[in-house]
């Protein structure tokens, strides 16, 4: 099993994902700079933040092409969680006001699609959509939910949420008024909406799949 | 569909865990690392761990012990006390939380909470509030762990915090605090019924019932509790098989491996 290296780009709670890895068994580091992606065979993208803000961070640490460059080329899997997952679409509407261009909200577009907020999505409960839902696979073939059946529940905390292009590429939704993207998968790209780390038994299990999956 | 929350809340002074009544006359229940351990194997919803006394220095919050309290804990973690900066969030991410919740400082400085949310979203920042009631019915806001007045009205300050960009809100009853008497359910849902965000309800939980009463009848997004769970034989996993029979719908724990 390959060494996954968890971007510190200055957001995310790098604290329960780590120890969440060494817990679901992976061997896990924090890696710091780019250069040091290739001291290691796959990697984890964490968010807990705001889309322009994180977008930005990552940028300033010349994380994209980086990154673009490990997937895409060396073929090394990707997961991000939460705005991590966000990170890979094309675009996000979060934090983008007049005033701000454009670029302030492009993301790695690792996987068509744009990022929403709820409530433009037609969701009218309450937001954030912050707690404990189900989620229901798509039933496209993957290896990120082997053993964790529909309608486990998994840790949410989110105002955006990604909305693929190709919809092939959801691997997971859940029902939050309306069906909101839980997972997207692309190749050795992946993302969950939801936070494994911090979802008990579940998440350990989605974690150690990614851990485990092969490679392209 | 998204499952109503049950939420331990563990108060933290100096070297171990308290609780009191009407945020006074603390007793201690034990020390932070087992009680966490603990809720952390019985796959609780969500914790809740707030330094009752870290208001009261200029002192950073305790990374260290968030650290020590954060390596047994997979659920998600809110910590609150001491928080007065934005860039301390990211050490406390860093040390294992992964929420953050705000009281004291955000009535001084409430750009607080918007710089917060701006750099870690909205989900990351609980605006924690602490409500007294006078005998007249009058409410008023409370910080310094219950012990100023902010003359702040909650509704008006619940909407403002929303405004500001606070992605909860952690609502106690202070008279109801360590009481078990039940929720202050009209307070509660002048609350909900007031903002588009989460309520955690707080203060005077003493039984399951207290618990749905609280979801169904005020609205509340999740129930938190410290004394019934501490002084009592009732347990979170109780609570969510009670809420379950009354038709709240709970998180159902996953038990492959």
Redesign the interface.
Known sequence: MSVIGVIEY???????VL??LQ?AGANARVIDAPEKIQEVGRLLLPG???FA?CARLLEQGGWPDALRAAVQSDGKPLLGIC?GMQLLASASDEGVSDEQDSAQSAGLGLIPGQVRHLQDQGCS??????????VQLSGQPDALFD???P???V?????YAFVPEDPSHILATT??GVDVVAAVGHDQVMGTQF?P?????????LLRNFAEAKAC | ?????IIPTLLWKQFGLVKGVGFDSWRRVGPVLPTIKVYNTR?V??LILVDIVAHEGDEDPDYESI?DF??D?????TVGGGITRADQV?RL???????VSLNTASYLRPELITEI????????VTASIDVRTDPEGARECYSCAGSAATGRNPVAWAREAEARGA??ILLTSIERDGTMEGYDLPLIESITGAV???VIAAGGGGSYQHMVDAVLEAGA??VAAASMFHFTEQTPAGARAALAAAGVPV???????
């Open positions: 200055g957001s995310g709670n790098l604290g329960s120890r969440a817990k807990v933040g705001s803000d705005l409960l309450r937001v954030p959509h912050v707690g404990w839902n189900s053993g964790i059946p309608g486990t529940d840790y949410f905390a989110h105002s029902d939050y936070h780390e911090i979802s008990s038994r579940a998440g350990f299990r | 569909m998204l499952k109503v929350r796959e919803d969500e650290d954060g390596q804990c997979f659920v998600p973690l990211q991410l860093r040390a294992g939380a992964d929420k949310a701006d750099r870690h979203g909205a989900q990351c992605g909860e588009g965000i989460p997004s999740a998180r159902t724990v996953f038990t492959g491996a």
